[in-house]
């Protein structure tokens, strides 16, 4: 018998056995419940749990989650809703701590800050606990009101990002389901299928059994113990280096790679040391005070599903250990005491880790340079316009060397010019909005500080040429030829979200970075070590703005390979139009007298000088992106070749992000694509009015194969034999008709009745092609259009 059709007869007969065991009655919002009457007891972790993975992650995980509903963990269920938003760029005072795993830990501490369960707190009878349970209601109003067959959903679904959540309690629902018969979950999607909506009922009318807690098997235990161990060292340069380190990953993932356990941890603070039961110590910042005599460095499980929106994976094992030790624990230096957790000392980098000598914390960044980017990128601060429309929608970023004597390298200067350095985060969470004057004077201060180091110190002993950048050496975290593929990297922004992918993928971009070691650390304890995002609006506001000078700082230190003739130019196409103060009062702090040693042969050096870096970096730019790296068919690789030059108001009617699937249809092989736009504008200093300064005329456009969004806005599927067409098709955009036209032919809409197949498929392929980096995507910002 044909499989398919056996798959089929099986899932009738399954829906059919589920359907003679049950008894239905009616709620008060006439959705007919079905109740079971057989004795099975779902399974969460076999039978529940991954259908809220693949259905309900995709829009409830994260900070985002609607009505802070995250349904990646049993944790999450139990916890339930909240009205609140985390994200509020207008809240006047810091908002209350609501981290799932750290800021409660039972059903009675969650209800206490006003979280309302979606199951039942009390078990009762199947019908009370379907009565009581919105995660049920919501899919049975679902059921009672599928989605309408037309592709465009109509103005009755609110699918802006920003949108007022409704979050019912249980009392609630009668009237929203009234009001809003076709908002059942999930949101604005198609339904689940049967056999998973009826495992979900039953789960709950069985009371929602809690899972038994997944024991770690020995092996990875004798890893915790073993890496434990390493970071909870008595001696003074030992907690000084586990302090640095705990600041730099709380954030990120880990796991070991000797472990065939694929489990992530956490590295948590705790008040117990290593052998006892983890007693975490949760505050609002990483360099808070934890108001205890010592401090332990805990391995705590990750619990949740894992998310690519907030996955941030590093694998510990020997080499990695090895090289910490070589940096932190074998150079000559010594600690005599330990800094003090005052915000003052503590949120400031250059004088808590004084220290640690630069090169070792530098090296210690770059090893892992994608992944700490990704901190910025991934981590709370990079939820909205405003904290994003800080930086260019596609960029490269470089790196000064970590062996070359220059400035930023250099512990006297380091010395010297911390006194002028502060970040936000001093002021805490409750900051009133300073004067961007305020801080411009410090960065000029800084800045002046630089250049007088360089005409006292280096001016005349250093060649300004591409040997000055990092090429990935000193490390062993690379696959190329001993070298380190973090030493190129590609940020993409879409719109209110944003990717960093390593190596140099794209045309030449608008921009570029080249960061040091000073700007690498300002921006880590700007945006990730010293970013609330329970702050309130002064915190947010002086974030932002900060961090203004240090994407100026990062543009200098790279147009300084171009000849000192052309660096204003240059500049000024960038920074067209109406320029803020802040720019202004900075340009000149941040000019330089050293020339450029680059030889330039053209009247176009900006174009040379991204020519020079491609041909620099050809033996460690990672490839994974290259066009070359999905189907090497010429039929499939010229159309993407064209896509790749597509620009201007073709370009400008494309969504920011979208995912092409690619099916061959001579063998069926599959490949996806990642599709983005790049938003052209005048310049990016101001706070608002970013549309006033588009030049969609410029934008351009990036296809290539592998994931490089978190946060797809559209999904296509192209054969081999289309794809010529589809390109044909973007590069002939006029009009919103035209794109309208082309989403007929190729487009999964929300409401495609193949919208989970695509889906899964996209996943199943991600998770095949880098089962590390994988992350269930986010279906938030998919357009309605």
């Known amino acids: 018998m044909n499989s398919r059709l056996l798959a089929v007869i099986l899932a009738l007969v399954s829906v059919a056995a589920i359907i003679i065991a049950t008894q239905s009655f009616m709620t008060e919002s006439d959705t007919v419940i079905v109740v079971p009457q057989n004795n099975l007891h779902t399974n969460y972790t076999d039978d529940v749990r991954p259908i809220l993975e693949k259905r309900c992650v995709v829009c409830h995980a994260c900070y985002d989650a609607p009505c802070q509903l995250k349904l990646g963990s049993i944790e999450g269920l139990t916890r339930g809703a909240n009205k609140e938003r985390v994200y509020d760029g207008e809240r006047l005072l810091e908002a209350n701590l609501s981290r799932l795993f750290e800021d409660g830990h039972s ?7 006003d979280f309302f369960p979606v199951v039942s707190d009390q078990a009762g009878t199947k019908k009370q606990n379907i009565e009581n349970s919105l995660l049920a209601k919501m899919l049975l109003l679902k059921e009672a009101n599928p989605l309408p067959t037309q592709k465009l959903l109509s103005k009755e679904f609110d699918l802006d990002l920003n949108r007022d959540y409704q979050c019912p309690t249980d ?100 008040n117990s040391q290593p052998g006892q039961p983890i007693k975490g110590i949760f505050t609002r910042r990483p360099f808070d005070d934890p108001k205890v005599p010592r401090v332990y460095y805990r391995m705590q499980p990750v619990l949740e599903t894992i998310v690519h929106k907030s996955h941030m994976p590093i694998t510990l094992n020997t080499a990695r250990m090895e090289r910490w030790s070589k940096w932190f624990l074998e150079a000559d230096y010594t600690v005599d005491t330990l800094p003090s957790y005052q915000p003052e000392e503590a949120s400031n980098p250059f004088i808590s880790f004084a220290q640690i000598p630069v090169k070792t914390r530098y090296k210690y960044m770059l090893d892992e340079a994608q992944n700490t980017i990704m901190q910025f990128i991934k981590g709370p601060v990079c939820r909205g316009q405003l904290a994003l429309n800080v930086i260019n929608d596609h960029f490269w970023v470089f790196f000064a060397s970590p062996d070359l004597d220059v ?94 992918v390593k190596g140099l993928v794209g045309k030449q971009p608008q921009t570029a970075w080249v960061l040091t070691y000073p700007l690498f650390e300002r921006i880590h304890y700007l945006l990730v070590a010293g970013f609330d995002v329970y702050g309130n609006v002064g915190h947010q506001l002086n974030s932002r703005m900060y961090m203004d000078f240090l994407r100026m700082e990062g543009e200098f230190n790279f147009l300084s390979f171009l000849p000192k003739k052309n660096r204003q130019e240059v500049r000024e196409k960038w920074y067209r139009g109406s320029v803020s103060e802040v720019e202004k009062y900075v340009y000149d702090a941040n000019q330089t007298s050293v020339e450029t040693d680059l030889n330039y042969k053209t009247e176009q050096p900006l174009i040379e000088l991204y020519q020079k870096l491609q ?52 063998n069926q092989n599959t490949h996806f694509y990642t599709l983005l736009r790049h938003n052209a504008y005048n310049n990016i200093s101001h706070l608002f009015g970013e549309d006033d300064r588009r030049l969609p005329e410029e934008d351009t456009m990036t296809i290539a194969p592998g994931l490089m969004t978190s946060h797809p806005n559209a999904f296509f599927t192209v054969t081999t034999t289309e794809l010529a067409d589809f390109a044909n098709g973007i590069e002939g955009l006029s009009s919103e008709q035209d794109y309208q036209a082309l989403r007929k032919k190729y487009a999964v809409y929300r409401t495609s009745a193949d919208f989970w197949e695509f889906a899964d498929a996209m996943h199943q392929y991600f998770k095949q092609l880098n089962p590390l980096e994988f992350g269930v995507l986010d279906f938030n910002r998919l357009e309605n259009r």
């Open 107 to 113: 059903v009675d501490q969650w209800r206490e800050k």
């Open 171 to 270: 009392q609630e629902f009668a009237d929203y389901a009234q009001d809003y018969p076709l908002w059942g979950m999930p949101y604005g999607l198609p339904a689940i299928d049967n056999v998973a909506h009826q495992r979900l009922i039953d789960w709950v009318a069985h009371g929602a059994t809690q899972p038994q807690p997944q024991p770690i098997s020995s092996e990875t235990q004798n890893l915790i113990d073993s890496w434990e161990s390493f970071l909870n060292q008595n001696s003074k340069k030992a907690q000084l280096m586990s302090r640095y380190l705990f600041e730099h990953l709380f954030l990120v993932n880990l796991q070991f790679s000797d472990s065939e356990n694929k489990q992530f941890f956490k590295l948590v603070r705790s």
């Open 407 to 500: 400035v930023e390298n250099n512990d006297e200067f380091m010395q010297q010019a911390r006194q002028q350095i502060s970040l936000p985060a001093e002021a805490q969470s409750n900051a009133l909005p300073t004067s961007w004057l305020t801080y411009a004077a410090k960065e000029k201060q800084y800045l002046k500080a630089k250049s007088e180091f360089i005409e006292q110190h280096l001016k005349d002993k250093v060649e300004v040429t591409l040997d000055l950048l990092w090429d990935g050496s000193g490390s062993n975290g690379g696959d190329n030829s001993g070298k380190n593929d973090n030493a190129t990297l590609t940020i993409f922004r879409h719109n209110d979200a944003a990717t960093v």
């Open 615 to 666: 041909s620099h970096f050809t033996d460690v730019s990672n490839q994974q992106h290259h066009l070359e790296r999905g189907s090497k068919h010429k039929s499939v690789l010229e159309p993407l070749q064209q896509i790749n030059k597509v620009q201007g108001i073709s370009a400008a009617l494309i969504p920011q992000s979208s995912i092409v699937r690619v099916v061959d249809v001579e």
